[in-house]
């Protein structure tokens, strides 16, 4: 889900999986404004990591704390290795020497493939080494086998570009003179700006809306009906707020999420005509993840039905393809299909 803001990082919401298995699988987890904003909350109340601490071992138990929730404090590269891989020997390495170099920059979390398979599996590894970057949360694809350092040096710049413009403290750009280069040394001596403050990165992010932070803090606690009176008063003071606009949408998506029954796709698949079930069964499959399964449900719906009937259809799929931006490449085909069906 793209930001809907250049100044606050949108998040993206839990779908009905585990947070962390829905991470790792790149799963889009409509709205996982509750799970992120309380990952984020635990990174924010947790310490950096401390000198000399920016390479750790990563398993099941601590994938959590230690790349999703710190990914919220600094980017992390997800390094999947293996000991009997001539490419990873080459690789872990450089990572660990351009990590010890940023000084807490970034952090790598390496996972040894051989002792946890089964996290290769939901990472969909298909050769070692595999590196991906984490980013407020978000997985997103790196590159396979080794690379020469000043490549590697190459992408760490991307990624902490990347970072700067997700908002990460700890991860604005440094310097010309402080970036790294190839063969360079990295940005290491630059640290990072206090809230408020500019330098040569250009101008700091501006401060939290207290508004928004208000509406959050009520998600996070659950009561949805509380967050979403609070984004509308947002919006009655700014009608053409987009980022409220958008949670609102996504305070919506997660509380019919809640109050979805566990056989929600059973009983929609025997019953094809039932408008509410069809709606439903549409949220789960989109929650998991299974957006082009979501759309043709809603689309063959429409079809079935006549007049009035297709209209909450219709606008549950307009919803979600204001969800997924105009970014995502199944909105436009599923767009098309629309209109095909409405006329």
Not at 103 to 125: E, K, S, T, Y
Not at 156 to 165: C, F, M, N, R, S
Not at 203 to 221: V, Y
Request: no cysteine.
């Amino acid at each position: 889900m793209p930001p809907v803001s250049p100044d606050r990082p949108r998040s993206a919401a839990a779908a009905p999986s585990p947070a962390t298995a829905a991470a790792m699988t790149g799963a889009v987890d409509l709205a996982a404004v509750k799970a992120r904003s309380e990952a984020a909350a635990r990174a924010a109340s947790a310490p950096p990591p401390a000198g000399g601490q920016y390479v750790v071992a990563v398993d099941q138990a601590n994938f959590q704390a230690e790349v999703l929730d710190r990914s919220f404090q600094v980017p992390v590269l997800l390094d999947l290795a293996g000991a009997r891989s001539e490419a990873s020997q080459q690789l872990s390495p450089l990572l660990d020497k351009l990590a010890n170099e940023a000084r807490g920059r970034f952090v790598v979390a390496r996972i040894d493939v051989d002792g946890n398979p089964q996290m290769a599996q939901m990472l969909q590894v298909q050769a070692i080494p595999t590196v991906f970057a984490v980013i407020s949360g978000q997985l997103v694809p790196g590159f396979q086998g080794s690379l020469p350092e000043p490549q590697l040096r190459e992408f760490i710049v991307a990624l902490l570009d990347a970072a700067a413009q997700a908002g990460l403290s700890g991860s604005v750009a440094a310097a010309d003179g402080d970036q790294f280069e190839p063969g360079g040394p990295g940005p290491a001596d630059q640290p990072s700006s206090p809230a408020g403050a500019t330098d040569a990165a250009g101008p700091a992010q501006p401060p939290e809306d207290p508004r928004f932070s208000a509406a959050e803090q009520a998600l996070d606690d659950g009561d949805f009906d509380l967050a979403a009176e609070r984004y509308n008063a947002i919006l009655a003071a700014e009608p053409a707020n987009s980022e409220a606009q958008l949670a609102l949408r996504q305070v919506g998506m997660l509380k019919r999420l809640s109050q979805l029954a566990p056989d929600v796709l059973a009983r929609a698949d025997a019953a094809p005509d039932d408008a509410a079930l069809q709606l439903s069964a549409a949220d789960a499959e989109l929650a998991n993840n299974q957006i082009e399964a979501a759309f043709a449900r809603l689309i063959g719906l429409i079809r079935r039905l006549r007049g009035d009937e297709r209209s909450p259809i219709r606008e549950r799929l307009v919803e979600y393809f204001e969800l997924l931006g105009p970014d995502d490449p199944r909105v436009a085909p599923a767009r098309r299909e629309l209109a095909n069906a409405l006329f």
